[in-house]
């Protein structure tokens, strides 16, 4: 039996998704093959290690240790969860660890730097400019309304807007910019949505899952879009034709390499009325309830959600 510990909650705005992706992983985790260690982490850093309280993370790694963890898995979302800091704390005191390390985790969350990545290695990304350094004026000039404004650190469509003009756009700024120092704007592309999904194979290669896409209401895949129940439709294997999947799939695994990832991610993009493509962001742990984009992807290709999960912390052990 392999001991796994399954984080999830923590400090971050996601704390809510990653407390439903933490309850099915466990769930979903055979029962024949593996002991599962739940671990909620509240938002103020206290663990509750299996039911047992720990004042922080410290306390939390200890019980771990005393519960002889063999490997977690990180069904945490948002900073804290993606942004290499659990990654980096889990390297320190030797404790293996589902998806990428530290390094590669944070620069794939930083949407503005992982875009100034992305855009290095000649992958095309919708134009932007960062707040709020870009006047008004500078948005309506450059890239034109709508745009979407973000936190370059938050996810799940938290800490986005939708801005339609200079007043909409004032006002993202002043309201996001209370917690971020800096935010991302960027042109609204339009066009068809799809999601590349990238699952490290047995020999540690990446291989490209089957691509989706998501049709969401009126085109604008937010919170609620991701998360309510039939709200979305979303399509795997994507219904276009073999080239086009080849070159979304491409984009899936270059991001992939380029940030330097490991075990899964998963990279939106966007195909323009042109049949040209763009690129929005990779996710380092994407939403991974059974009805998520990306377990979704794994059942096109053949996979269970248990067989993917157990399949992502054996591939954890591996590279341990």
């Known amino acids: 039996m392999t001991n796994v510990a399954v ?8 704390h809510e998704v990653s407390l439903q992706t933490g309850h099915q992983v466990v769930e979903a985790l055979n029962p024949e093959r593996f002991f599962v260690i739940p671990v909620r982490i509240e938002r103020d850093g206290r663990w ?8 922080d993370a410290l306390a939390g790694a200890q019980a771990l240790r005393a519960r002889h963890c063999d490997v977690c898995f990180l069904a945490l979302h948002g900073p804290f969860g993606e942004d290499g800091t659990i990654q980096g704390f889990l390297e320190t005191i030797g404790l293996p660890f589902t998806g990428s390390g530290m390094a590669g985790s944070a620069r794939a969350r930083d949407k503005i730097r992982a875009k100034r990545l992305l855009q290095a290695h000649g ?3 919708a134009p932007d400019l960062v707040a709020p350094t870009a006047s008004v004026a500078d948005v309506r000039d450059t890239l034109g309304f709508p745009v979407v404004v973000k936190d370059p650190m938050q996810g799940s469509s938290l800490g986005l807007r939708l801005v339609a003009d ?3 756009y004032e006002r993202a700024v002043r309201e996001l ?6 935010l991302l704007v960027e042109r ?14 047995d020999d540690g290669t990446p291989m490209a899952l089957p691509v989706v896409e998501i049709r969401a209401p009126n085109a604008w895949f937010d919170y609620h ?3 309510a129940d039939g709200v979305t439709e979303e399509i795997a294997p994507a219904p276009i034709d073999a080239e086009s999947t080849q070159r979304i799939q491409a984009l899936g695994l270059a991001a992939h390499a380029i940030f330097g990832l490991a075990g899964l991610s998963r990279t939106d993009v966007i195909m323009r009325p042109d049949q040209s493509l763009v690129v929005l962001e990779t996710n380092t742990m994407p939403g991974f309830t059974a009805n998520s984009l990306f377990p ?12 993917l999960v157990g399949h992502i912390v054996d591939r954890a052990l591996a590279g341990s």
């Open 7 to 14: 984080l999830f909650g923590g400090p971050s705005l996601e």
């Open 177 to 182: 910019g209370v917690a971020a120092p800096e």
């Open 296 to 307: 979704k992807s794994a059942v096109a290709a053949g996979m269970t959600f248990s067989q």
């Open 188 to 201: 609204r592309e339009l066009g068809r949505e799809f999601t590349a999904p990238v699952l490290e194979g």
């Open 225 to 227: 879009a991701k998360y």
């Open 123 to 125: 992958i095309e990304c």
């Open 48 to 55: 509750n290690v299996a039911g047992d309280e720990c004042a």
């Open 166 to 168: 200079e007043a909409e």
